[in-house]
């Protein structure tokens, strides 16, 4: 089992539509990340979020922390085709950093 | 302005051969994981090592063995490889395994297919 879930895992839509992602988990994080990874890379930082509640907002990228620190979402406005990638959430428990399950996103010209 | 390289990028094995793969920052770093990617399981952690001389099991660590040579230098092993291996395998670094909100820098992959 997962300890942190990604919903959904693939998602398709058009050009200037908005989308959101989910990031869940039953186990509280002192903090979570967002990566993006394109085809034949590593995956790139994003944003982390710390405090329950917080938002934080990249360009048309909206990041939020739950209040109780399970869970966040991504959500991007007005998509396009260079939002295309694979977007990861992630959580460090003690030394260890876990990674959610993916969302693949292709945004269509 | 390297940060993380791995070695080799892509590799074919047969079943049952061993290989290592290499892993190097050059951003002094601390901390240094291993993962592997598989599709619709996002990564999932093989091993880390905290600091230089330290190494623990991540999550699925099974048929795989870690060296942390140096601060800079972390390696992977396979001692008898299978199919169940096959997979995209990625080298990361952080400064600090304390500093939870420290990013991890990742390297461009190592994509190992088992026949």
């Known amino acids: 089992t997962q300890l942190l879930e990604q919903s959904p895992q693939f998602l398709s839509i058009q050009e200037g539509e908005n989308l959101t992602v989910y990031c869940n988990s039953s186990?509280?994080?002192?903090?979570l990340q967002w990566y993006r990874q394109e085809p034949g890379e590593g995956p790139v930082l994003l944003v982390t979020?710390?405090?329950?509640?917080e938002v934080k907002k990249l360009k048309r990228l909206t990041f939020q922390f739950g209040d109780a620190r399970k869970d966040s979402s991504l959500h991007i406005t007005a998509a396009q085709p260079g939002d295309t990638g694979l977007y990861l959430c992630?959580?460090?428990?003690?030394?260890?950093?876990?990674f959610g399950t993916g969302t693949s996103l292709t945004v269509i010209p | 302005n390297a940060g993380v390289t791995q070695t080799p990028k892509f590799q074919v094995l047969k079943t049952g051969q061993s290989m290592t793969l290499q892993c190097a920052q050059d951003?002094?770093?601390?901390?240094m994981y291993w993962y592997r990617q598989d599709p619709g399981m996002g990564l999932r952690l093989i091993y880390y090592?905290?600091?230089?001389?330290?190494?623990d099991k991540g999550e699925v660590p099974n048929g795989y063995n870690v060296s942390r040579l140096n601060k800079r230098e972390f390696s992977l092993r396979l001692e008898s490889a299978a199919p169940s291996q096959t997979s995209v395998y990625f080298c990361?670094?952080?400064?600090?395994?304390?500093?939870?909100?420290?990013?991890?820098?990742f390297g461009n992959g190592t994509r190992l297919t088992v026949t």
């Open positions: 990361a670094s952080r400064i600090e395994s304390g500093l939870y909100n420290s990013p991890l820098h």
């Open positions: 186990s509280v994080f002192s903090s």
């Open positions: 979020v710390v405090t329950g509640g």
């Open positions: 992630a959580g460090p428990t003690g030394n260890q950093f876990y």
């Open positions: 951003m002094n770093h601390n901390s």
């Open positions: 090592s905290a600091s230089e001389g330290t190494t």
